[in-house]
């Protein structure tokens, strides 16, 4: 595919029709600039969405975000609705690392007077925070007990004292997607998971100190908690080895699903199965669980946050109040207005984010007006953004946004290039404090091997499905 196949729209969104391929079932549709589908077409994440829509049981249009990158399969920054119950689910579509998402925490601690306390609050956080490749977690649980966190998430962690109720109430499906089924989930998926709830992993995973830089829209700051100028976390995880295998397992289960249900695919990494079918169901149960592993991750992260940031300035300003948490890497049962009619599907975001706008049902209180926050991490030494869903984006992209800045260099290729003292040398001399659990894992994940965020950002505002709201600006940064 390349830029001759598409059709733009405006300048921030494009299309891709049915008529490119014969089998494709809904067409192709892009927000992006054409800077950003120039930096896009290097990679094949344009046939992949093109291959993502001939998926059976298709509405609508197969939505790309301009943090599109090549995936497994499916890109990421993709979005795909299904119809609800007879369409398939693709494991692929959703993601390995189940519910990745990102939690947003504020404090009443302004940045200059918290100067010279940053060093040991970046040591604290990088203590009480276990990172890295198989790393172990904060809390070792039995079997048993991990059960309990597949099947109630974060509910799971305010019974243990990890959560308060207004955790819960300012994340995404309340911390807890109802229907887990534990029991779909394999051993050696729990097995993986059971020793490493409370860590933060490796890769593009973080927990990041930024100070407010600049507010856009002072009425939905405000209802968030954030002024210019104060301190704010962002944990930036997902549900670890667990949600890892238990993609693996299903996407080699369904090699035989498709061929049972007749289904023909372009790329047999899009290996998918009907929803109503007790291949598609056992996927859901067990995707579902892992989405809760995921939630009581970054909440028993979010407690370890807290603590660090207690100890370092022993006051009643440093406790962090939750913004929200948003997850990424998910498929949805939802009812979205598609060509006129309400009706139920099943969005796979993969690398994409929700982002409901004002009155959507299940939004707390407060956001109901301003609509769902949006966070919206950058790379190490860039800006990070909070956003707010619109109407708009309900109406033409499944109340969806992007996700990140999106990668533009592989791994190997970021390692190829940049050196880890080099970079941390960088970084340091802007002032970002940084603890790193490898040098190499953090040249894989320097500023260089992502798209701009604030273009990014920009795109998805000026397209209509975001709106902003602030812009926060790195002072430490913690990676595995």
Same mark, same amino acid.
């Given at each position: 595919?390349?830029?001759?196949?598409?059709? +733009?729209?405006?300048?921030?969104?494009?299309?891709?029709?049915?008529?490119?391929?014969?089998?494709?079932?809904?067409?192709?549709?892009?927000?992006?600039?054409?800077?950003?589908?120039?930096?896009?077409?290097?990679?094949?994440?344009?046939? +992949?969405?093109?291959?993502?829509?001939?998926?059976?049981?298709?509405?609508?249009?197969?939505?790309?975000?301009?943090?599109?990158?090549?995936?497994?399969?499916?890109?990421?920054?993709?979005?795909?609705?299904?119809?609800?119950?007879?369409?398939?689910?693709?494991?692929? /579509?959703?993601?390995?690392?189940?519910?990745?998402?990102?939690?947003?925490?504020?404090?009443?601690?302004?940045?200059?007077?918290?100067?010279?306390?940053?060093?040991?609050?970046?040591?604290?956080?990088?203590?009480?925070?276990?990172?890295?490749?198989?790393?172990?977690?904060?809390?070792?649980?039995?079997?048993?007990?991990?059960?309990?966190?597949?099947?109630?998430?974060?509910?799971?962690?305010?019974?243990?004292?990890?959560?308060?109720?207004?955790?819960?109430?300012?994340?995404?499906?309340?911390?807890?997607?109802?229907?887990?089924?534990?029991?779909?989930?394999?051993?050696?998926?729990?097995?993986?998971?059971?020793? +490493?709830?409370?860590?933060?992993?490796?890769?593009?995973?973080?927990?990041?100190?930024?100070?407010?830089?600049?507010?856009?829209?002072?009425?939905?700051?405000?209802?968030?908690?954030?002024?210019?100028?104060?301190?704010?976390? +962002? *944990?930036?995880?997902?549900?670890?080895?667990?949600?890892?295998?238990?993609?693996?397992? @299903?996407?080699?289960?369904?090699?035989?699903?498709?061929?049972?249900?007749?289904?023909?695919?372009?790329?047999?990494?899009?290996?998918?199965?009907?929803?109503?079918?007790?291949?598609? &169901?056992?996927?859901?149960?067990?995707?579902?669980?892992?989405?809760?592993?995921?939630?009581?991750?970054? &909440?028993?992260? /979010?407690?370890?946050?807290?603590?660090?940031?207690?100890?370092?300035?022993?006051?009643?300003?440093?406790?962090?109040? &939750?913004?929200?948490?948003?997850?990424?890497?998910?498929?949805?049962?939802?009812?979205?207005?598609?060509?006129?009619?309400?009706?139920?599907?099943?969005?796979?975001?993969?690398? /994409?984010?929700?982002?409901?706008?004002?009155?959507?049902?299940?939004?707390?209180?407060?956001?109901?007006? *301003?609509?769902?926050?949006? *966070?919206?991490?950058?790379?190490?030494?860039?800006?990070?953004?909070?956003?707010?869903?619109?109407?708009?984006?309900?109406?033409?992209?499944?109340?969806?946004?992007?996700?990140?800045?999106?990668?533009?260099?592989?791994?190997?290729?970021?390692?190829?290039?940049?050196?880890?003292?080099?970079?941390?040398?960088?970084?340091?001399?802007?002032?970002?404090?940084?603890?790193?659990?490898?040098?190499?894992?953090?040249?894989?994940?320097?500023?260089? /091997? @992502?798209?701009?965020?604030?273009?990014?950002?920009?795109?998805?505002?000026?397209?209509?499905?975001?709106?902003?709201?602030?812009?926060?600006?790195?002072?430490?940064?913690?990676?595995?």
């Amino acid at each position: 595919m390349n830029i001759e196949n598409l059709i +733009q729209i405006s300048d921030y969104e494009w299309e891709i029709p049915t008529d490119v391929r014969r089998d494709m079932r809904v067409p192709v549709r892009l927000f992006a600039t054409r800077e950003l589908i120039e930096q896009i077409i290097s990679d094949k994440s344009l046939d +992949q969405a093109v291959n993502a829509a001939t998926l059976p049981g298709l509405v609508g249009s197969v939505i790309v975000m301009p943090d599109m990158h090549q995936g497994y399969g499916f890109p990421i920054g993709g979005v795909a609705a299904t119809e609800f119950p007879g369409g398939v689910v693709s494991p692929g /579509a959703i993601g390995y690392d189940i519910n990745c998402g990102v939690r947003l925490l504020a404090s009443k601690i302004e940045l200059e007077s918290a100067r010279s306390h940053l060093d040991r609050l970046a040591t604290l956080l990088n203590k009480y925070c276990p990172s890295g490749v198989g790393k172990e977690g904060a809390l070792r649980v039995t079997t048993k007990e991990l059960d309990h966190v597949l099947h109630d998430g974060s509910r799971w962690a305010m019974k243990n004292n990890f959560a308060t109720e207004a955790d819960l109430a300012r994340t995404e499906e309340s911390g807890c997607l109802e229907d887990a089924k534990p029991e779909k989930v394999s051993d050696r998926a729990k097995e993986r998971g059971r020793q +490493q709830i409370g860590s933060l992993g490796a890769g593009n995973h973080f927990i990041e100190v930024d100070v407010v830089d600049e507010i856009f829209d002072e009425n939905a700051a405000s209802i968030m908690g954030l002024w210019a100028g104060y301190l704010t976390v +962002q *944990i930036h995880c997902g549900s670890r080895g667990l949600g890892h295998q238990i993609c693996t397992d @299903y996407v080699q289960q369904f090699q035989s699903a498709v061929k049972k249900y007749g289904i023909d695919l372009p790329d047999r990494e899009l290996v998918c199965a009907p929803m109503d079918t007790p291949e598609g &169901q056992a996927y859901l149960g067990a995707m579902r669980a892992a989405a809760n592993f995921a939630f009581a991750n970054r &909440q028993l992260l /979010a407690h370890s946050a807290r603590r660090a940031f207690e100890e370092t300035f022993k006051s009643r300003d440093a406790y962090l109040h &939750q913004v929200y948490d948003i997850c990424h890497n998910m498929g949805k049962i939802e009812t979205h207005e598609v060509n006129g009619r309400r009706m139920k599907v099943c969005v796979h975001r993969k690398g /994409a984010t929700r982002a409901f706008g004002p009155g959507t049902p299940g939004l707390p209180p407060e956001y109901q007006k *301003i609509g769902q926050p949006v *966070i919206i991490p950058g790379s190490m030494g860039t800006a990070s953004w909070v956003l707010v869903g619109t109407k708009d984006s309900m109406a033409r992209s499944f109340g969806s946004s992007c996700h990140g800045a999106g990668r533009v260099m592989s791994r190997a290729k970021a390692k190829h290039e940049v050196r880890g003292d080099a970079l941390k040398k960088e970084l340091e001399e802007q002032g970002i404090k940084v603890r790193a659990g490898s040098l190499s894992g953090l040249a894989e994940e320097s500023p260089q /091997a @992502y798209k701009d965020v604030d273009r990014v950002v920009e795109t998805v505002s000026e397209a209509g499905i975001a709106r902003k709201v602030a812009r926060l600006k790195p002072v430490a940064v913690i990676k595995g």
